[in-house]
């Protein structure tokens, strides 16, 4: 694959406490001509025919990202598109889609995290489910691949929570979700909090948020909050329609149990990776 990571605009002007700061918290973005500038450049000089939108934020001013959208269509350049790092689900419109499906774009990721409406406003995220919901369903509409990203394990989180946000993947248009271990990493406000709580802070970077093993900030046992996240996986993956689809690619329920043994291997599937590779 002849790809490359293009960044439109740094950092994001959100304030979710789990999140890293290191590109501040002031959007800083690039205009469309720019933009479209270096595509044409990767495109002509490096031969490059697929990229990767790795914005915090590429949607946060919806004008601009279809402005560059639209630059893209008129260039006439073949390209593969994705946005790995996701769109902000509650700013976008069909128009939206359909421009980005017309620029090429393949897939692209939905950050939800967590469909409990308390955690949320806790979270500072305050993401609007209902137009989350209709957004991924228009990207379907639009042919466009979804993945959805999904943390469980939160301080205070509660099973019911966590069944809130299974539900809420497993009953969505996604293609593909990952339920994340939540991870308090250094420097956030979400590490301060586990502190007060008196839970583990200290991370093990031989761990993975995607492994089976991870830091459990919850009041649950360790194995109750591990059966939530494999059932998560299970209930999302064995819905008819995605499982027909799955197992077309990717040897169905054989591979399903693998990964419900490793789900660090889901991340990899989601990015058309055989598992024969890993």
């Known amino acids: 694959r002849n790809y490359v990571g293009v960044v439109t605009a740094r950092a994001c002007p959100f304030r979710c406490i789990y999140c890293h700061r290191m590109f501040g918290r002031k959007l800083r973005v690039r205009s469309p001509k720019s933009v479209l500038a270096e595509i044409r450049a990767l495109h002509d000089d490096y031969g490059v025919r697929e990229l990767e939108i790795v914005d915090d934020n590429f949607n946060?001013?919806?004008?601009?990202?279809?402005?560059?959208?639209?630059?893209?269509?008129?260039?006439?350049?073949?390209?593969?598109?994705?946005?790995?790092?996701?769109?902000?689900?509650?700013?976008?419109?069909?128009?939206?889609?359909?421009?980005?499906?017309?620029?090429?774009?393949?897939?692209?990721?939905?950050?939800?995290?967590?469909?409990?409406?308390?955690?949320?406003?806790?979270?500072?995220?305050?993401?609007?489910?209902?137009?989350?919901?209709?957004?991924?369903?228009?990207?379907?509409?639009?042919?466009?691949?979804?993945?959805?990203?999904?943390?469980?394990?939160f301080p205070t989180e509660t099973a019911e929570e966590m069944a809130m946000t299974i539900d809420f993947a497993a009953r969505s248009d996604l293609h593909a979700a990952n339920f994340f271990a939540v991870t308090p990493f250094a420097g956030t406000e979400l590490a301060a909090w586990a502190a007060r709580e008196g839970k583990p802070v200290e991370i093990d970077f031989d761990q993975s948020y995607l492994s089976d093993r991870f830091t459990n900030l919850t009041d649950l046992p360790d194995e109750e909050l591990r059966r939530i996240r494999q059932s998560g996986v299970l209930r999302f993956y064995t819905r008819p329609s995605r499982l027909g689809a799955y197992g077309a690619s990717n040897g169905g329920l054989l591979a399903l149990a693998t990964m419900l043994q490793r789900p660090e291997l889901f991340g990899a599937v989601a990015a058309g990776v055989p598992l024969t590779d890993m």
Not at 124 to 150: N, Q, S, W, Y
């Open 60 to 153: 946060h001013d919806l004008p601009r990202a279809k402005e560059i959208l639209d630059r893209i269509i008129a260039s006439g350049l073949r390209l593969r598109l994705t946005f790995p790092n996701g769109v902000r689900g509650d700013r976008v419109d069909e128009e939206f889609f359909a421009k980005a499906r017309r620029a090429g774009t393949a897939a692209m990721s939905f950050g939800v995290d967590t469909a409990s409406p308390r955690l949320q406003k806790v979270l500072r995220k305050e993401l609007d489910l209902e137009k989350v919901a209709r957004a991924i369903a228009l990207a379907r509409k639009h042919r466009i691949m979804t993945l959805g990203f999904f943390m469980l394990g």
